[in-house]
């Protein structure tokens, strides 16, 4: 929703849902190098601010380390129909790699508390 410039929207599913999961909702940010990423972390970290909600530092784990992301890419094409010249498809960055704990917190050294409540 927030990608699509729907914050309002956003704002009031997710005081909806911290209605049923109290306690319980956090606000995801990850960091791929991913311009959608960049985009709407402002408007994440405002919505949780605002509601008062913890945030959380994730990695969406494709392979294990940066050697294996051209067979990823390809995968990734096979399973979509496409093919990796095609400017237009699906797209992963060599970041949806493994990271370890100090790698995740340098990446996110300006919101140490993110990586905080993950590593809980």
Known sequence: MIANG?????????EQLSGVYPGRLYI???RHGMPV????????????????????ATNDVLFEHEGF??????LTCIADGTYVTQQNRRRTTREHRFKSAKEMRLLF??????????LV
């Not at 990423?37 to 959380?56: K, M, R, S, W």
């Not at 992301?69 to 390809?74: G, M, N």
């Not at 050294?109 to 993950?118: I, K, R, Y």
């Open 69 to 74: 992301y051209e067979a990823q890419d390809a």
């Open 37 to 56: 990423e960049e985009q709407t972390e402002t408007a994440f970290l405002d919505l949780a601010y605002a509601l008062d909600l913890p945030i959380v």
């Open 28 to 30: 995801e940010l990850q």
């Open 6 to 14: 729907q914050n309002e929207a956003a704002r009031n599913l997710i």
């Open 109 to 118: 050294a300006d919101l140490p508390e993110a990586v905080d409540n993950t």
